[in-house]
Structures are given as C-alpha cells and as structure tokens.
C-alpha cells in the first residue's frame, strides 16, 4: 500500500465519510433534511428544472433538480425531488432542460418497514433525490431549450423504436436493458434466470459493457491507421456520452474514469496502475456524492475491482510461462485464470451480496465462465443490429441481431437447466454489519499472512471458519414472532428455527406486489429456506394476496423455498375462493389441510392450536381461523378479523379455558366491533399488537378499540406506526421491539 498512496487516500476519505454519516452529518446520512417551515406539504409547490423523465403506460416520472419549496414568496432550496403523475395530469411536451412548478402532495422517502425491504431512501439519497411527490398539476415557467439533452433524448427514444424493429418482441426488454439501461420492460422470468445463474450484472450498464465499448472502439480506429491520442480521446468521448445517455451509474462513471486514466497514461508514456485507477474513480465519487458509500452498485463495482487487483495476485500468484505453448494449454490456463478470478472475486463480494440480496448463486462462477466470453459478441451484434434498425435498415437489423438472439437463448436455456436442480440459489439470509466488517477484517489479515508466508497451512480452514460465522445466527439474533407491516392486512411469521418459519395470512389491500416486495424480502433476509405451513385465517384480499404471490413463485421455481403445508378452513360463502388457493397450493407441491377448532400443529417447540372457527356456515370474517400459539411459556393469541357469531363463540372457548396471554394480535386491524371488553377481561393480554395500513379509508384502528385495550394492555403496537414486530421470548418473560420505534419494551412474566 505504500507504493500506492490514492489507495490509502481512498480508503481514509471513506473511512471518515463514515464516521460523519455516524455522527449524523447533515449531508452524510440519510436523515431526512428539515424544512425551514412547519408548512403543510399536502398541496406544496415545489419548481425547478426537469433532469430526467420516464414514461409509463398510465405515470410519468420527472426528475426535478435544484428543487425550491415555494412558500408565499419564498423560496427554499430542498435539493432533488422525483415527481409522479398521472398521464392525464402529465404535459406532453415537456422535455428535460424545462422550468416547472409542480403542485401535489410532497413526501420523504420511506425507510424500509421489515427486514430485507429494499431501502428507497439509501438508494435515492445516493442519487441526489431527497423527496417524492405526488403531482396533481404542473405548470411551465421556461422552455429551456437545451440541445444536448433534447438530442439525447430523441437518440435514445430512437434507439428504442430501433431494438423494438429488429429483435423478438418477448426479447426487446432484455435488449433495452443491456443497451440503454432501461429495465422496466424487461421480462421478470427472465430477470429471475439471470438471478440464479448468478449473472445479473450482464442486465445493467456496468463497467464491463462500457470496457468492451470503449475498447473495441479503439480496436477500430486503430486498424484504420488513426493516431493512438486522436483514437483514444474519440474512444473516451463517446464512454462519456454513452454514460449520460444510460444514466451515469456509479459503475458506469467508474469504468469511464478508469478508462481515461488509462488512455492518459498510455497517451502521456507513464506507467498504468489498476489499483490506483480504481482508487482515484471511488474518491471522485465520494466527491460527487458521499451516500454513494452506501450503494450496492457502487460497493459491487468497487469489489469486483479488489477482487481482481489485489485479491487474485496473493491468493493465486502467476507463475512465469516460459517458451511457447500449443492451443490447448493456453485454453486451461485461460480457464483456469478465469476460475481463479471467480473465486477472488467471490470472496470480496460474499458479505455484500448477502447484505443486499440475501441470497448466492452456487453455480454462478461457473456459469459466468461459459456466459462472460460471448457478452462481448451479444453486445456488440445487438448494437449494430439495433442501430441499423434505427437507422431505417430493418432487414440487415435483424440479420445482424441473430448472434445475440441466439448467445440470449443459450443463455436462457442455462438457466432453466439451473432453475431445475434444487438449491440452485443459496439463500443466506442478511448478517449484521459488524460481521461483514469483521469478515473483511479476517479476509485481509489471511491475505498478509498468505503473502508474509505465515500460517500458510490454516489459511483456508481460517477462511472457510470466518464465511461459516457470516452465515450462521447467534442466540441474540433469534426471533420467536415478527409481525410484518404489509400496509392494510395482516402477515405474521412464527419462527420455528433459524431456517424455517410458520406464517399466518399474508396479504395486502393497499400495497401492490406485498409477497414479492414486503413478505418475500423479509423471508430471504432472514435466512428462511423452508415455510413449514400457511395458515389463512380468511379468504380476504388483505390477508392471501401476499400468499399467492408465494405460492405462484415456489410453482414456477423462482424462488429456492419451500411451502410444506396450506392450512386452510372450511367456509360455504367463499368455497370457490378456496378451492382456487388450493389449487395454487397443489401446483406448489403443498400439503393441503382443513383445520377447525381443536386442530394442534407441532413443530419443534411451537404449538399451534385451532381455536376457530366450530362451523363453516359462517360469513368470511365471521369464520377466520382463531390460533392459539405456544413457545416455550410464551402464549399468543391470532385472531384474524373473527367477529359476530364466530367472535361470540370463539369467547365462550376462551371463557371454559379462563387463561391469560402474553400477547393478543387484535382482531381485523383494530376495527370499532372486534375484541370487545368482555374478551379483553379474560386473555388479559401483555400487550397487544395491531396490523394495519398507514392513513387507511376505513379507519383502522377505532378510537373506541383503543380506549378498551389500554385499559387492559400494558403496551400497545402499530405496525402503520412502527414497522415489524418482533417478539422475542426470554425466561422470565419476554420483548418487544419495532423496527421503527427502536425502544426496546420488556414484560415479565408474574410467577404462578
């Protein structure tokens, strides 16, 4: 490191970027900036200039930049705000370069509510956006007309209508995704593929497709006899422009400053150092934007750069080759660097992939050793086919395309093969922040001690001993019942041990996608690989539109988990309902069973027992499955949304029983009529925990709800309010905690 001083600067100006991010820095962490007045945002006008849009079927998103909140006649800068609106709403001719004042409901960005949801802020923050909004009208202050932005628009609109021309319609998404970074055509079954192979990074604009476009444009203009410094600068030019035209990712903007570096030193007769190149891109970056330290592209860019240049040469050292060697044996040494490089990398990027996905590809060094020497030829093949099909020359568009077309269905055809073998996709769960540290702290100290010549016969098992520790749970980081915020519904997940879990309802009326953004997340995250069963306490869209999603995922192998059972009840008013969720079971491999009162689930330490319903003439709400839980001496009580006749008798079960609970999940998200005083007299819960969505149109919870649990509740949980909750069982009682709330609330338990 002392013959590379911008790697020690690097490594010091991150390091003190952190510690202002810890000290809570304005500008350094992810607060969210504090307006100057205690305004209402609710109608707040917020003009600036458009610096980028993105249109949709039915929304449009702009992006404002030097954002000003306009309050009476001032102006208060609030930097980057993304701005929706509908297309009936939306100005057709407005171009990014114009002044508009843009009206609607002003937001921050949320935080994650449950663990493993995608972190908004994090990643908008990094890019300069501090704020949403909701716009109900715009309106222009100044068409600015800006050449270079109307020009790279239209080019890359252009292109577009080029790749939709020459490639297979069910392909144009993967094209528009690898060429123009943009993804939101791009086919989820084949996102999922590229997941399992472990080849993910071929769908975004990364480092490796600008190398290969930089490079094969020297190549070029080389063979055409043109000077090295007038090559490289046009080579470098059009890496600049291609890079704004996709988006200017952080790993886009670091290969373009490597790359310069590059062509400088080469242009200038001095001497090209890999790693002080990477180290001089990731200080300008921090630079430009500090939060990127945060950043999954930028933390995957960067180390696969480590992985590379300082990780491969200690871990497997180039020999010299003397003399010439016949084809076959520059093919294995190709191979065998090619693996070696693998694994260096793999061992960098392990703890983040499992901080950020949760999940590793087994076969994914492999699989890239086949796929990355033919992306170059994709890329380069899609390009020229798309731009001749931009160009008006369809037929030579789609000839030329066929290349890629066909390197894609290979590609595709790996992965279905992949998708097949079971566990093809490692799913790891997310470790703490201080176990990656200390990951990279052992990974470094085997590095100088392999390097140093020391220890040098326990490198691998101390190795091998510190990825065994990222992976596995320790006693702290155990959960008994997490309660996740799903918005309006209900999904509770009952962790029976480290890897496997019960789930009670599951779904979601006012978030889209619950199951594969909310539940799913959460269930990777944690490390869970087996669902031992789903209790649905009713057919409601808020408590099984989550639940479908999963058992639509497990039948078509996206995911690597298993559902074992679907406990469902018997109700005559939503018989086809149920029949079409058992359906959906059976194509997921589930068991599938009816329980009704008297019905006891064991597993391990958990008891599940079916308090209701006793009758399947009842109404939905009225027959949702009542369960008494048991862990150790920890006593829960779900209730779904009972209510009615199924509420008066699932009381009289409650009243034989006369036994008291630790912790009561309240009945349909806090309703007026549910868990009246009558019930709350008996169970005498501990606390009480209450699901439902965050400004929602019914109310939710009532007033009245909750005048009569807190006076029979010591603590009472929102997780509109507070995010997930976790309860957590201890011997002498037991805690709560939120994810948001960030108090931890201790109950003990009185000794009989």
Known sequence: MSKRPLCVAALLWAAILWLLGQMQVPGFTFQTPKLPLKNSLEKATVSGEIYKKEEFTLYTNLYIKNANLNITSKQYPIDNVKVYIKKEKYVDFLNCGDKVAVRGLLEEIPLPVNLGQFNERVYNYARGIKWYQDGESIKVLEKNFNPFLKCQDKIKEMWKNGISKVAPEDKNGFFESVLLGEKRNLDSSQKILFQIMGCSHILAISGLHLSILGGGILKVLQRFSIPFGAAGSISMITMIL????????????????????????????????????????????????????????????????????????????????????????????????????????????????????????VFGIIVNLLVLPTTGILLIFSCVGSLLGMCGMISFGKLAIVPAVLILEIYLGIGRIIQKIPFALWITGKPALWKCVSYYVVLFLLLWMKKSKRWKKSFYGILALSIFLLCGKLPWEKRDITFLDVGQGECACIHTDDRSCFLIDGGSSSVSGVGKYRILPFLKAFGIVEIKGIFVSHTDLDHISGIQELLESVEKREIQMKIGTLFLSECEETKEKLEALEESGKRAGCKIVYIKKGT???????????????????????????????????????????????????????????????????????????????????INPKASVISCGKDNSYGHPHKELLERLKIYTEKIFFTMKEGEIILIERKDGFYIRSRLGGKRYLFMRNEP
């Open 600 to 682: 006891k689930i064991r597993e391990g330490k958990v008891l599940l027992e079916c308090l209701a319903p006793d009758r399947k003439d009842l109404e939905c709400n009225e027959g949702s499955q009542a369960l008494r839980m048991t862990k150790g001496s920890l006593r829960v009580l779900f209730t779904g949304d009972i209510e009615g006749e199924g509420e008066s008798a699932f009381f009289q079960e409650l009243k034989e029983r006369n036994e008291g609970y630790d912790v009561l999940k309240v009945a349909h998200h806090g309703s007026k009529n549910s868990t009246k005083e009558e019930l709350l007299e008996i």
């Open 242 to 361: 291609y890079g704004n035209l996709t988006g200017n990712g952080a790993a886009v903007m670091r290969a373009v400053i490597m790359f310069s570096v590059w062509i400088g030193a080469l242009m200038w007769k001095r001497t090209y150092d890999f790693l002080s190149s990477a180290a001089l891109a990731c200080i300008l970056l921090l630079i430009k934007s500090p939060l990127y330290l945060y950043d999954s592209s930028f933390l995957l860019s960067f180390g696969a750069i480590l992985g590379l240049g300082f990780v491969q040469p200690v871990l497997f050292p180039k020999k010299v080759r003397k003399g010439k060697m016949i084809f076959w044996k520059k093919m294995r040494n190709v191979l065998s660097d090619g693996i070696k490089g693998g694994i260096a990398v793999w061992a960098v990027l392990l703890p983040i992939m499992m901080y950020f996905f949760y999940e590793i590809s």
